[in-house]
Nanobody, 136 residues
């Protein structure tokens, strides 16, 4: 049974940093796409970042240069380093694991050429989320 557990969410002030973690268990595929998504109250879910089995990363324009996705294969953990946080980053953050092709499609989503609801079915496993709140 595949399980994803996020942690690291907190309430911080603008400009501060956080590192989210996603502990993955029961997942044994060699080729995959791992993603970070977020959803703010009253807003649609949006993709934040992806990283594939080769370590290639893709980011939403809104976080590019501030957020960094990484993975520790030995610890089976996915990370999202978030710097220079802004109030608009406030949301519930979710990690997910999907097919390797999902990362390519997410790249097209980040470029504005795909709707997220058409891609998320390719992510078969999701965590429960961790809350990030950025306010002064």
């Amino acid at each position: 049974q595949v399980q994803l557990v996020e942690s690291g969410g907190a309430s911080v002030q603008p400009g501060e940093s956080l590192r989210l973690s996603c502990q993955i268990s029961g997942f044994t595929e060699s080729f995959y796409c791992m993603g970070w998504f977020r959803q703010a109250p009253g807003k649609e879910r949006e993709g934040v970042a992806t990283i594939d089995h080769d370590g290639d990363t893709r980011y939403a324009d809104s976080v590019k240069g501030r957020f960094t996705a990484s993975q520790d294969n030995g610890k089976k953990t996915l990370y999202l380093e978030m710097n220079s946080l802004k109030p608009e980053d406030t949301a519930m953050y979710y990690c997910a694991v999907g097919t390797s092709g999902a990362c390519i499609t997410m790249g097209r989503y980040f470029a504005g050429r795909f709707n997220l609801e058409d891609i998320t079915p390719r992510f078969g496993y999701w965590g429960q989320g961790t809350q990030v709140t950025v306010s002064s």
